[in-house]
């Protein structure tokens, strides 16, 4: 490919690139995915030559290797959010404490602290066997 077309796929690329990050882009539902909107998008920006962005695999392949990206960027947020579950729940257990120490949420003395029996959690009468 001549130089030329490179630079003017690459200027392209990147043009794109920066409306991504700006979120200034607007994608169209009807391409399959995000590969054939950008190179919708580079087709309608630089021309036909943007027909030849092809990375020797199928969009299927492509698709695969963005997920694992993505999910390889946000797994640290993933995993401090996660932390910040078991955070609150060790701490809503530590609020929790029965006589002995031990966690039992709403287990110890619901009456003191004002609660009601729900009776929606009531045991149901059990109907006599028509047998």
Do not use: F
């Amino acid at each position: 490919m001549p130089v030329e077309l490179a630079d003017a796929k690459s200027d392209g690329l990147r043009s794109i690139a920066a409306d991504v990050r700006d979120e200034t882009i607007e994608w169209d539902p009807a391409h399959e995915d995000i590969h054939m909107n950008v190179e919708m998008e580079l087709t309608r920006r630089i021309g036909a030559v943007a027909g030849k962005l092809h990375t020797g695999r199928s969009r299927n392949d492509q698709v695969a290797t963005d997920l694992r990206l993505y999910l390889r960027r946000r797994i640290g947020d993933i995993e401090r959010a996660l932390l910040n579950v078991e955070r609150a729940l060790v701490s809503l257990a530590d609020d929790h404490r029965d006589a002995d120490g031990l966690a039992a949420p709403g287990a110890a003395s619901p009456e003191k602290r004002g609660a009601r029996p729900n009776p929606r959690c009531a045991p149901k009468p059990r109907r006599p066997s028509a047998g």
